[in-house]
């Protein structure tokens, strides 16, 4: 009589256990690291992670920064933090606190995650008597135009923000016509925006409309999602509260998700 186990049984695929190790290792590092990095801490055949990282680089999964000799995450590694946000555990911890913070704030607020070159809005509170905002759930925008994408990309490390921004033309999105033109512009931007401590945007999403926005870290201090709140310019608003407000929203969703 045969015997049914009562957990499946593990599969013997080296390969795909190798490529998830690789993943990740990457995933908790502060930046991008040499192949040789990541074969002698996993214990790994050099030959192995190249020919795997060669692999995942064509899926988009890890990016080589040519200059350092180094690898990092690609933007299909976003593409599932986006997936898992997309499945609720991040937006139902988020949800309480960004109508928390639109109270508050007495303006709209919204929770978004970074996906590829773009930011996926999964929580928006709009504020009472305040008009509908185009960071509607499920609304993807240019990262580089919000303040929940630069804010994000400012806790980024730089290489990583060099992979996903290397030249003109990934900056070629642009809805008003602000917004930074150049990857030199926008690293000048991503340095106010640390010196700063919050992002802000005025009018490079909607004409009309300014925000301030967050860094939501894990517990590997990495940009897991970002808060911000949107208001019109034409009301009497304290940025610096409302970049206040957000901090404090921020660092309450970075406990709830695990980071100490």
């Not at 976003?78 to 997309?86: N, W």
């Not at 945007?201 to 949107?230: C, K, M, N, Q, Y």
């Amino acid at each position: 009589m045969s015997v049914i186990p009562d957990r499946p049984v593990k599969p013997k695929v080296p390969a795909a256990d190798q490529t998830l190790r690789i993943l990740s290792f990457l995933a908790h590092q502060r930046g991008p690291v040499a192949a040789q990095t990541i074969a002698g801490q996993l214990g790994l055949p050099r030959s192995s992670v190249y020919h795997l990282l060669a692999a995942m680089e064509s899926h988009g999964f890890v990016v080589h920064l040519d200059g350092d000799r180094r690898w990092g995450l690609g933007t299909a590694a976003f593409e599932l933090a986006g997936g898992y946000a997309r499945q609720e555990p991040l937006a139902r911890l988020g949800r309480p606190i960004v109508a928390q913070l639109a109270d508050r704030a007495g303006e709209s607020a919204h929770l978004a995650v970074m996906t590829g070159r773009d930011v996926l809005y999964i929580v928006e509170e709009r504020a009472p008597r305040r008009p509908a905002l185009i960071t509607d759930v499920g609304v993807r925008l240019p990262a580089h135009l919000t303040a929940t994408g630069r804010a994000m990309l400012a806790a980024l490390p730089r290489e990583q923000v060099r992979a996903l921004f290397p030249d003109a033309a990934s900056l070629s999105t642009q809805r008003t016509g602000r917004g930074p033109g150049r990857p030199a512009e926008l690293r000048e931007l991503l340095r106010q925006t640390r010196a700063a401590g919050h992002a802000s945007e005025d009018g490079e999403v909607t004409l009309g409309f300014r925000s301030v926005g967050v860094a939501v870290r894990d517990h590997a201090d990495w940009p897991a999602a970002a808060i911000a709140v949107t208001w019109p310019e034409d009301t009497v608003a304290d940025p610096g509260r409302l970049a206040d407000l957000a901090t404090e929203a921020a660092a309450d969703l970075s406990r709830r998700i695990g980071r100490r």
